[in-house]
């Protein structure tokens, strides 16, 4: 049974060494890079698509917000401000438009992060690295404890990097996509209608008398502000939705995935470089023991 358990260990050293040697290797390519690039790529591009998408629609509201509607029925004028309607929605614009510029310029350091792990340098002090960790891992059967946390803060910087950036792409594809378009399209129509909001209205004929004129504005003008008016509502509560939507898709994407599949990853590789770490420390234990 302790040959068994021995000859376990020796075979968990053998495949821990070749993988760590396998990853050296590949750190003086770029398998990942490429696909890592793409990803972040695409996102900075949706993220500074949503930016002018959100100043372009704050400017129509803010446009909107000042239209004012003017009636004269029987010669009184009367002054309407439908578009102040928006003031709620406004605050919620300004903090989507923010949240989507810092959404590019994390997308911005991710850029930078697989740049820098891809360097040269980085690649060496890794080969460096592991080369002594294998040595004294497989000479002495165990390693020192700072040795081995060296080891992993560099194959987490020249792998983990891309691995996150490709996953958190790949979770947008399989789960947010659909959503940020519909989203974004969702913007640009009410967009779109809040520039018809100070359509100007149709003018009676001057013939006509007081009478008449005051009956044409109560058919026509007030049936047409009131509909103008309700659609304008219903848009911006609409739209409400879709920008949350889009500013909870770009947090997940920019911030709260990577950091997750970061921390999912560091507590992969503790795991498995936790045998040697417990194998330096009953070594050092059984030293201890003997003196």
Not at 39 to 47: I, N, P, T
Not at 213 to 222: C, E, F, L, P
Request: hydrophobic share 55%; charged share 15%.
């Amino acid at each position: 049974m302790k040959m068994t358990s021995i000859g376990l260990q020796h075979t968990r050293r053998i495949v821990l060494t070749l993988v760590v040697a396998f990853m050296v290797a590949c750190s003086w390519f770029a398998p990942l890079e490429s696909a890592a690039n793409l990803q972040v790529d695409a996102g900075l591009k949706r993220a500074l698509i949503s930016f002018a998408t959100a100043r372009g629609f704050n400017a129509v509201i803010s446009v909107a917000q000042g239209t004012q509607v003017a009636f004269e029925p029987g010669g009184v004028g009367v002054n309407l401000a439908p578009g102040q309607v928006l003031d709620p929605i406004n605050d919620l614009v300004e903090k989507f438009s923010n949240l989507a510029l810092a959404a590019s310029v994390a997308f911005g350091i991710e850029k930078v992060l697989i740049s820098i792990g891809a360097n040269w340098l980085v690649s060496l002090i890794l080969t460096v690295v592991a080369a002594t960790w294998a040595f004294i891992f497989l000479r002495q059967r165990t390693s020192p404890p700072w040795l081995t946390r060296i080891l992993m803060v560099f194959l987490m910087i020249r792998f983990v990097m891309p691995v996150v950036f490709i996953g958190s792409g790949i979770l947008f594809q399989q789960f947010m996509a659909a959503d940020y378009q519909t989203s974004q399209r969702a913007i640009d129509t009410v967009s779109g209608q809040l520039d018809k909001l100070n359509v100007p209205a149709a003018v009676a004929p001057e013939d006509q008398g007081i009478l008449d004129r005051i009956k044409g504005w109560a058919s026509q003008q007030t049936n047409d502000f009131k509909a103008r008016f309700i659609n304008l509502k219903q848009s911006v509560e609409h739209v409400i939705d879709h920008i949350i939507k889009l500013m909870v898709i770009f947090l997940l994407q920019a911030l709260l995935l990577p950091l997750l599949l970061l921390w999912i990853l560091w507590g992969l590789a503790k795991g498995v470089f936790e045998i040697p770490l417990q194998a330096y420390r009953f070594a050092e234990r059984t030293k201890v023991g003997e003196k």
